[in-house]
């Protein structure tokens, strides 16, 4: 399957295209986030240059820099999602446990009225989601949830190592979604990072954010261990 191809091109309309490698960077990062790109498909540069319309050059960078930071691989028919090892989850997941906590507890002190109105709406969503057993919306949920608590968080550089190692668990959240419990642990998660940021408690911010990974990690390897 190739989910870069589509019916009608989205990014020309978008973007000035004197200028498209960061839009069409960004795009295909969109795609790969909410899981529109899956293990399975290719991403080849000449069809994602039709559906831009554009040339291929702005196309093969911004799929070069996926790559640079770890979200492709090169193939011998395009551009693929890395496939994980177990040590890989297990580092990645270490790796989050060190970043993550610390940051959430701070943003938990600057956060804005307008920001927790979001976090409040993302967490209505991810409900939602749940109610009717959309892993799309879900996904979708969670990715906004985190989106915005990280707006907070003055580090740049920290903001975009964490959205990094995030991303690069994405298989694992859409393995493990469909296992017994998933949903209802995500939907807990949230529920209780809202209530830490809203109360402004980084503490419990910190708290909820570790459990949050821990749970996260022993999904994939329940799965792991079922398969």
């Known amino acids: 399957m190739n989910t870069s191809l589509r019916a009608t091109p989205r990014l020309s309309k978008l973007a000035n295209k004197t200028n498209l490698t960061e839009p069409v960077y960004r795009e295909t990062l969109n795609r790969l986030r909410i899981g529109e790109i899956g293990p399975d498909d290719r991403i080849v540069d000449h069809a994602l240059a039709r ?3 554009c040339t291929r050059t702005p ?3 911004a799929l070069l ?6 979200y492709l691989v090169g193939t011998t028919r395009g551009y693929a999602m890395p496939v994980l090892t177990v040590q890989d989850v297990r580092d990645i997941f270490e ?4 970043l993550e906590p610390k940051a959430a507890a701070e943003a938990a002190t600057k956060l804005t009225n307008t920001q927790l109105a979001s976090l409040a709406a993302a967490n209505r969503k991810c409900k939602r989601g749940a109610d009717a057993a959309d892993l799309a919306m879900m996904s979708e949920a969670n990715i906004a949830f985190r989106m915005t608590w990280l707006e907070a968080v003055p580090n740049h550089r920290l903001k975009g190592e964490i959205l990094r190692y995030a ?3 994405r298989q694992v959240r859409h393995g493990t979604m469909r296992l017994p419990g998933a949903m209802e642990i995500v939907v807990t998660g949230l529920e209780c990072l809202l209530e830490g940021f809203v109360r402004r408690d980084a503490a419990q911010v910190s708290s909820a954010t570790t459990s949050f990974l821990d749970s996260a990690e022993r999904l994939y390897f329940q799965e792991i261990a079922h398969a």
């Not at 790796?95 to 060190?98: A, D």
């Open 95 to 98: 790796i989050r446990r060190l």
């Open 59 to 61: 196309v093969r960078q």
């Open 167 to 169: 991303d690069h668990t």
């Open 65 to 70: 820099r996926l790559v640079n930071e770890g």
């Open 51 to 53: 559906e831009f319309d």
